[in-house]
């Protein structure tokens, strides 16, 4: 097998079409088409559906397809690490849940890095968004939580797509809501305390089941409820709607300012938030700096 077989298969695959591929490709279409049944030779599967109106992934297809994006995406990283060296840029990746702490660190890193180059992403996305990017080795790091609830359904997620899940810290559930809140005079709350008030949840997309969402107590009714995509939107209806979301209970006040607050939620149910790694990739020394700084502020604003 080598990665020029991989190249040619990932564009037939995306386009669809072995002639249009082989246009893209600049080589003959035999050519293309040899090199990929080589391919499926060597690996002893057929990859690809052939038709009248072009081809498709087998099951087995879909599988390899999988592994072999893994491979040349350490490829380009390679590539872009070490092909210019007086250029090489750090390259830094983190997908997590919505948690301001991710952001804190993420912040501090950069600092620290100050003016030397680099290319790094913060992503903030779905739960199973998160587990697929590092599964493929998109991001480094996974930041996402554990409960009773969803345990059991994670970790079968997360030992399908080799995946390590290190804790970082087990809390209480905790309300978050806006300072003048009804219910923020409270010194806990409980779950009928909340029942006049909007439920606020981040939209998990197609994988909306309750083992995926961001809120602990995703399973508990609530008469009033509004799915959002961002943090942003999040507090503003907790400010506008007195909403509130059901989290860790910790808030970083210089990022998202005072507005909003947390209040212990009365529940034998825990969080337990930590970080996903690839079992396939050895963490970079910059990604050992992001955890670093990512305990600070979680030991900072507990």
Known sequence: MRIQQLLYLQKVVALGNMTEAAKELFIAQPTLSSAIKQLEKEMGITILIRGKKGVSLTEDGREFMQYAHQILDQVQLLERRYGDQSSAPKIFSVAAQHYAFAVDAFVQLLKEIGQSDYQASLKEMRTYEVIEDVANLHSEIGIVYL??????????????KELSFMPLFKARPHVFLYRNHPLAGKKSISLADLLPY???????????????WEETLADQHSPKSIIVSDRATLFNLAIGLNGYTISSGIINADLNGDDIIARPLI?????????????????SSIGQKYLGYLRESIEKNA
């Open 147 to 160: 409960s009773r609830y969803n345990r059991q359904v994670m970790e079968n997620s997360f030992q399908e």
């Open 198 to 212: 909007p439920k606020l949840s981040y939209d998990q997309g197609q994988h909306n089941s309750f083992y995926y």
């Open 267 to 283: 529940s034998d149910e825990y969080i337990e938030i930590g970080y996903l790694t690839n079992r396939l990739h050895q963490l």
